[in-house]
């Protein structure tokens, strides 16, 4: 009988890798959200995971006012009129001019002030001549013009933030302005991590031949830094079962996510898989991406684990398509798309077929048209490139190569909706 073959780091054959796609989504949906909530100042809450929907207990504009400097009138009252008003009052933000138009009069009005009951129109200071009191005004004026309506921002019970949205600057506008002073958020989860490998140092002590200083662990405390999340580094430890075991039984009892590089793949010195087997539930995964071929997923007690792979490119990537998809199920985040553009090669591109392929790139957009250039070597142990690049160039599996002049599909960095 033939064996069936797993999808696990000891396939020598990519026709059993993982697609990138489903193991996304096999994530995903393996994650179960967190429902720990607190309760934080508005201005403590930004960044933070809303918790509950918020609802307006207010209408935004709570009373009619003017949307320009200028002049308020009634329509109705000006039938027979010449173009001429009677300047009776003004009207200032924070100090109004409570009574109603009369027969061709008007009132001075700032931006944001109150506007009289009957007023239907404002007429815009620069549109007007004034002569004592008198206002000449012009032709044409229609009715509501400048005048900002009752609950025409936000309404009364409406929903104004999701369940799931991050607070963002305009969020925190929009919660002022109803008179919010707390919201509940998401409880920051723990996420530890820590770098595997006999050649790692830190960057504190002098390098000896053969050793390399680890940067995994500061690529990674940037990578989660303005997540809402508690960051705990965990330091390097050696290849070397028992000690790897030691330090995941350790970051299992205080984390809620455990993240790893390096000692995932097949090399002898790859002491990651036997030590996890020991310790929970972990599958190997070799996904059908460059750069980061090997992924280790599983739970460890309560905690999520994720061990990346060693090159720090690989790193970065398998956790922005992996580990950043579950933690943001994990806390909650509605879930955000990546926005791919369209864009003209300036280089031929080739790959190996069977495999996603993210090119690191630099785009650039002008009036006419979008245009990617690869941004340095592409070897998953190239940081610099990586540095170089706005974004990435996405390479789809079946393809083979790619023409200078092609149209390629591009995911600029930073940009999420
Ligand atoms: P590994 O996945 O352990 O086989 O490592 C793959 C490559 O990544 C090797 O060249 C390692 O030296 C390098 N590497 C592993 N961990 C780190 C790290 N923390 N910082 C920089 N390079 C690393
Ligand atoms: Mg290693």
Redesign the pocket.
């Known amino acids: 009988m033939k064996k069936k073959l797993q999808n696990n780091c000891m396939n020598e054959f990519d026709p059993n890798a993982l697609d990138e796609l489903d193991a996304i989504k096999h994530i995903v949906s393996s994650v179960k959200s967190t429902i720990r909530k607190e309760m934080i100042s508005t201005r403590g809450s930004l960044g933070r995971i809303v918790a509950n929907d918020i609802s307006s207990s207010l209408d935004i504009p709570n009373f009619r006012n003017s949307a320009m400097d200028g002049y308020a009138i009634n329509l109705r009252l000006l039938k027979l009129n010449k173009y001429i008003l009677t300047l009776k009052g003004v009207s200032l933000a924070g100090k109004p001019y409570i009574k109603r138009l009369e027969k061709n009069e008007t009132i001075k009005v700032m931006t944001g002030s109150v506007i009289p009951d009957n007023s239907d129109a404002i007429i815009m200071k620069e549109m007007v001549d004034i002569i004592d009191d008198k206002i000449y005004f012009p032709k044409n004026i229609e009715k509501n013009q400048n005048i900002r309506q009752i609950g025409e921002d936000i309404k009364k019970k409406d929903i104004v933030i999701k369940k799931g949205e991050i607070i963002n600057h305009t969020h925190l506008g929009i919660l002022s302005s109803l008179g919010i002073s707390k919201i509940s958020v998401i409880i920051k989860p723990i996420i530890s991590f820590f770098s595997?490998?006999?050649?790692l140092i830190s960057i504190d002590k002098k390098l000896k031949k053969g050793m390399i200083y680890d940067s995994n662990r500061y690529i990674l405390y940037g990578l989660l830094k303005n997540l809402p999340v508690i960051i705990k580094d965990m330091g390097v430890v050696k290849?070397n079962e028992k000690a790897l075991i030691k330090k995941l039984d350790q970051c299992s009892k205080l984390s809620d996510v455990i993240i790893t590089t390096?000692?995932v793949?097949v090399?002898d010195?790859?002491y990651i898989k036997s030590a996890l087997k020991k310790l929970g539930k972990i599958s190997f995964w070799k996904i059908a991406i460059k750069p980061g071929r090997p992924l280790a997923y599983g739970k460890i007690n309560k905690s999520y684990f994720f061990g990346l792979p060693?090159n720090p490119v690989s790193a970065v990537v398998t956790f922005q398509l992996f580990v950043l998809a579950a933690i943001e199920k994990y806390i909650g985040i509605n879930e955000r798309k990546y926005i791919c553009i369209k864009a003209i090669t300036k280089n031929n591109l080739s790959k190996k077929k069977g495999r996603v392929e993210y090119k690191r790139g630099h785009l650039v957009q002008d009036s006419k048209n979008n245009t990617v250039s690869i941004s340095g070597l592409q070897g998953s142990n190239i940081m610099t490139s990586l540095s170089k690049a706005n974004c990435y160039i996405r390479l789809e599996a079946n393809i083979s190569e790619v023409k200078k002049g092609d149209e390629v599909n591009v995911i600029p960095f930073n940009i999420k909706i």
């Open positions: 595997t490998g006999d050649e290849d390096g000692g793949s090399g010195a790859d060693g």
